[in-house]
């Protein structure tokens, strides 16, 4: 689990703006969470792997309300990330947004819940002027959506180099461009100019090595 807070009361002024989180393998341990809770503002989570399928369930990017000590989270970026389960829950949300946050972007996130029976990439608990695009469903309505078959490298994705898709997968070419850009995946791989993907993988047979070791 990975939690930010930005406090900003009680005498406190911590000021966490601008970050990025990317590139990590977020694996949920049995009863437990692979996620991430922000209450922070100006920051853009990428390229990042979330497994769920020990867990079961779970709301995996979460941008979180006011609380007593903090202001609801705003101007959060949330693109190309990866999220599965291959648990059968009713339980799993890709990115939940709680009431009072603003400015939440949500682009190109790619769920696979291949026996699932209530997953659902975004939750909008009552956000101001969010924007979502080119998700696997950009409503909670996504019954068939989360059920397709992304082609990963391995039909039991237990490592991120299994989550790498093949070429016929479908968020090969099913994104859309987002600000800020980002030049490459997970593995460090170069992205394609040919096209705009989901999900934190460029595909395998069009990975172009951009320098940092990885598959």
Not at 65 to 86: G, H, K
Not at 91 to 112: H, M, R
Request: hydrophobic share 35%; proline share 6%; charged share 10%.
């Amino acid at each position: 689990m990975l939690w930010i807070q930005a406090q900003n009361g009680g005498g406190s002024e911590e000021r966490i703006r601008n970050f990025v989180v990317e590139r990590n393998w977020f694996a949920a341990p049995t009863a437990g969470y692979a996620n991430t809770n922000i209450t922070a503002s100006s920051g853009t989570l990428r390229n990042n792997i979330f497994d769920l399928s020990a867990a079961g369930s779970g709301s995996v990017m979460n941008a979180g309300p006011a609380t007593v000590c903090c202001a609801a989270a705003s101007n959060l970026n949330y693109y190309n990330n990866t999220i599965y389960t291959s648990a059968n829950t009713s339980s799993v949300v890709g990115v939940s947004l709680s009431a009072g946050t603003t400015g939440i972007v949500v682009k190109n996130n790619l769920l696979y819940a291949p026996i699932a029976t209530g997953a659902t990439p975004i939750h909008d608990g009552g956000s101001t002027a969010p924007t979502f695009a080119n998700n696997t469903c950009n409503t909670s309505d996504c019954t068939t959506g989360v059920t397709t078959d992304p082609h990963f490298a391995s039909a039991t994705p237990a490592s991120p180099v299994d989550f790498r898709p093949s070429t016929a997968g479908y968020g090969v070419n099913g994104g859309i461009a987002v600000y800020p850009a980002t030049s490459d995946d997970f593995f460090h791989c170069a992205n394609n100019a040919s096209h705009v993907r989901m999900g934190a993988f460029e595909p395998k047979a069009e990975a172009i090595f951009s320098g940092v070791a990885g598959p």
